[in-house]
């Protein structure tokens, strides 16, 4: 058993603001200006290089590296013009191999992309996708990221430790030293893309709204949001048996940030607004918005996406934000139904779509 030590290092920074969510401030994706404001990098086809609009993306200086979390598929590299540069690794069970992947990130102090898989951690060059190092994980993790002095940051949802921390810190060798976010109650882990990986290192759960920042080998507060109507009761995960728990969120309106990203300037959030099921054997449709924050002119604006945008469409996917205001999002461009830029064919790969936020505001 490995006993983590629960690391607080300096008091956790001044919340630097409560954001409150208004969707009666909203406008429409037509009104919000953002398809004037976007460049589109197609991606280039091939047997080999087909990739699945719902794929994430993380990228460095030179290439994009899209990967299927939690699926069998290879993670491919391209080009920022969006040209197929090489495949990174492989899947089987050789040693420079995975059998699935868990999650990417491009690690810049070791000059290697590293991918996750089930009880390893992966290391490839970052010009030819062939392997530099291979580091057992002695933790089950649903995600990562990696940090500018070289420090390993692992969601493991609370099943590591002896203090049972959500995050866990490890070093450049993947030894963990501190454990961050008491786990508490009976939450199950969540699978999903908790950290944003370029510019800030972000981390947050879709369920909390509670919102981190990665600094100085420390994970602090950032932001508190606020939901009016839509806040989860703070004792759900205490009074509910985890298999219970999605039965009491079926009857419950709340707020589900899928996506949190942040920069200098900007604070971006991909907002589902979750309604009860108020009729039996209905499931509930989420409304759907992208809450952009200047927080330099502490403006704001927030977008309502149109009910007709199609289901692989990049917007429903967004992924990262650039050190130069640039929010990057992966998917096909299906932003209306019978909208002329429609895809049909199952044979072609989905876009990088780059909205550029200085045009927004």
């Known amino acids: 058993m490995c006993l983590l030590a629960a690391c607080t290092g300096r008091a956790e920074r001044e919340v630097q603001a409560d ?58 590299a391209f080009s920022q013009s969006g040209a197929f540069g090489f495949q990174v690794g492989g899947i089987g069970n050789g040693p420079a191999e995975y059998v699935a992947v868990g999650d990417v990130a491009c690690n810049r102090k070791k000059g290697q992309v590293d991918v996750m898989t089930n009880n390893a951690v992966l290391g490839y060059s970052l010009q030819s996708g062939r392997l530099v190092e291979r580091l057992a994980l002695p933790f089950p993790a649903f995600s990562f990221a990696t940090d500018e002095v070289g420090n390993y940051w692992f969601y493991t949802g609370g099943n590591f430790g002896e203090e049972h921390h959500k995050v866990v810190r490890a070093d450049s060798l993947l030894q ?11 939450q199950l882990p969540m699978i999903e893309p908790n950290w944003g990986k370029c510019s800030y290192l972000t981390y947050h759960e879709s369920l909390s709204h509670d919102l981190h920042v990665v600094e100085e080998g420390e994970l602090r507060l950032s ?73 330099s002119g502490k403006k704001e604006k927030i977008i309502k996406l149109d009910a007709g945008v199609g289901a692989d469409s990049y917007l429903f996917n967004p992924q990262l934000l650039s050190e130069d205001n640039k929010l990057y999002c992966l998917g096909h461009l299906l932003e209306s139904v019978g909208n002329a830029e429609q895809f049909s064919e199952d044979n072609v790969n989905p876009v990088v779509a780059v909205i550029d936020l200085d045009k927004l505001f």
């Open 19 to 76: 954001y409150v969510f208004d969707a009666d401030a909203a406008m429409s994706l037509s009104q919000s200006g953002l398809m004037e404001a976007r460049a589109v990098v197609p991606l280039a086809f091939s047997d080999s290089t087909l990739v699945s609009p719902a794929s994430s993306l993380v990228m460095d200086e030179e290439h994009f590296y899209i990967y299927l979390q939690g699926g069998a598929y290879p993670v491919l």
């Open 176 to 186: 963990p030293s501190c454990g961050f976010l008491p786990s508490g109650g009976n």
């Open 223 to 295: 932001h508190k949001v606020n939901f009016p109507g839509y806040e989860l009761p703070d004792d759900l995960f205490e009074q509910a048996e985890p298999m219970k728990t999605m039965d009491i969120l079926k009857q419950t309106d709340y707020a589900v940030i899928k996506t949190y990203v942040e920069n200098d300037r900007y604070l971006f959030m991909y907002v589902l607004m979750m309604k009860a099921a108020r009729e039996k054997g209905l499931p509930s449709v989420p409304d759907m918005y992208y809450w952009l924050i200047d927080k």
